[in-house]
Nanobody, 122 residues
């Protein structure tokens, strides 16, 4: 099955920045890619998505602070996070789907990474 792996998580002070990376191996050319997060005790939340042509979508909660990008040739997805807030603390997951587009409100994407922890301190 396709493999996705996230790196770049860690601890950062409020107002700081962090960049997450996701590397994937299979069906990259037909995937819609995205980032989700899940805070302790809360439901998983879609935060950003990107298609093969690098058209992007971001959730209202992170708009203006987070940027999703990709390097298809390197099978790599990025999430640049700035102006981080304590409420951004969560496990961040890289996800992919074989469709050309998937809603960030959907939780049944085809493939998921293992997650990387992000902690924002005040």
């Amino acid at each position: 099955v396709p493999r996705l792996s996230e790196t770049g998580g860690g601890s950062v002070q409020a107002g700081g920045s962090l960049k997450l990376t996701c590397t994937y191996s299979e069906n990259a050319k037909v995937w819609y890619m995205g980032w989700f997060r899940q805070a302790p005790g809360k439901e998983r939340e879609g935060v950003a998505g990107i298609d093969r042509e690098s058209r992007t979508r971001v959730s209202d909660s992170v708009k203006g602070r987070f940027t999703i990008s990709q390097d298809r040739a390197k099978n790599t997805l990025y999430l640049e996070m700035s102006s981080l807030k304590p409420e951004d603390t969560a496990i961040y997951y890289c996800a992919g789907d074989l469709a050309s587009y998937r809603s960030l409100d959907s939780h049944d994407w085809d493939y998921w990474g293992q997650g990387t922890h992000v902690t924002v301190t005040s």
